[in-house]
């Protein structure tokens, strides 16, 4: 009913958030065996976290001191279903607030947030907490700097690990890119680490014959947050002019590139992550990039992006650059 509330019920759904905290403060309180008061926050959680998203950004940081007490309270109890509505309707908050979020409420949020990202028995916890990471990431921008050592140690677990379910690894890989683009020239400490941990990742291979669907998904999901971070990761360095710091590892990303763009196997989304990863080696290494853009699998690349409606920006942005490159004419 909230969710599909119009715009001159806003003021209903203010009252239903207001209820919704207000029961989820009596869970706190009242006596409940455990699984009943781990269901009812999981549905309070999600409540707000609707009533989150429906409201305007003003009419939520009215109210975002109390959402963030009674939810951050969430965590003091067991119940992997209530922590991970609890980390969703934080994200949306966070949303909601961005800058504001990080300074206001980061440092309460942090110890929960480890804990999340360190639950790979409940994988569902573990990539919903490294999600707010991300929007942590976003929300605080260089000032994260000084949560990240902890965020950075807590992902490099999960990726080491060898009893979280796959489905985690993605997600983290990705956090990389977040981090790296909050940080910037920071993340220099982390990136001979992760960009190793990135080649040993993107090793993995599609066998031609494979007919196993759900392997071929998550390969393609692994590859596309890959090249993702290491899209993160050149923006961020370039922006503080450390780029270089990535040279060594440009032949393993531009053979990641190849090797999953001409994968029978590909799909539209790592065509499009492949294109503008070319993009940004172009922008960010200009000169140093003209005999790898003389291959000509990089046209043949560019030329299969155009066949897909959705990509035509971005195959239009790298093939500027890919012949500024090729005609000597980048900066």
């Not at 965020?151 to 997600?171: D, F, G, W, Y």
Request: hydrophobic share 40%.
């Amino acid at each position: 009913m909230v969710e599909n509330s119009a715009q001159d019920m806003l003021s209903i759904v203010e009252q239903v958030l207001i209820e919704a905290t207000n029961r989820l403060e009596k869970t706190f309180t009242n006596s409940y065996e455990q699984q009943e008061r781990m269901n009812l926050q999981s549905q309070l959680c999600s409540l707000i976290g609707v009533c989150i998203q429906k409201l305007t950004d003003d009419k939520v940081k009215q109210h975002a001191d109390r959402i963030m007490q009674l939810v951050l309270q969430v965590f003091t109890s067991k119940g992997a279903v209530a922590h991970e509505d609890a980390f969703l309707a934080i994200g949306y908050l966070s949303g909601k607030l961005e800058q504001e979020f990080g300074t206001r409420y980061a440092q309460y949020l942090m110890p929960p947030l480890l804990q999340g990202m360190r639950n790979i028995e409940e994988h569902s916890v573990c990539t919903v907490a490294i999600g707010v990471a991300g929007d942590l990431c976003r929300a605080l921008g260089r000032n994260v700097a000084a949560f990240t050592d902890d965020i950075m140690r807590a992902t490099l677990e999960i990726l080491q690990s060898q009893t979280v379910n796959r489905q985690v690894k993605p997600h983290a890989i990705s956090l990389f890119a977040d981090v790296a683009m909050a940080i910037e020239g920071d993340f220099e400490k982390y990136a001979q680490v992760v960009l190793t941990m990135l080649s040993q990742a993107g090793a993995v291979e599609i066998p031609n014959d494979c007919d196993d669907d759900d392997q071929i998904e998550y390969i393609n999901t692994l590859r596309e947050s890959i090249l993702e971070a290491y899209t993160g990761i050149v923006q961020g360095l370039k922006d503080a002019k450390k780029e270089g710091i990535v040279v060594p590892a440009i032949e393993q990303i531009v053979n990641l590139i190849h090797k999953a763009t001409s994968d029978n196997h590909c799909v539209p989304s790592v065509l499009k992550a492949a294109i503008g990863l070319l993009g940004d080696l172009g922008s960010a290494y200009g000169n140093r990039m003209y005999q790898i853009f003389s291959q000509p699998y990089i046209m043949q690349l560019l030329q299969e992006g155009r066949t897909f409606e959705d990509l035509q920006t971005i195959v239009n942005w790298t093939q500027g650059i890919v012949q500024q490159i090729r005609s000597g004419k980048h900066p």
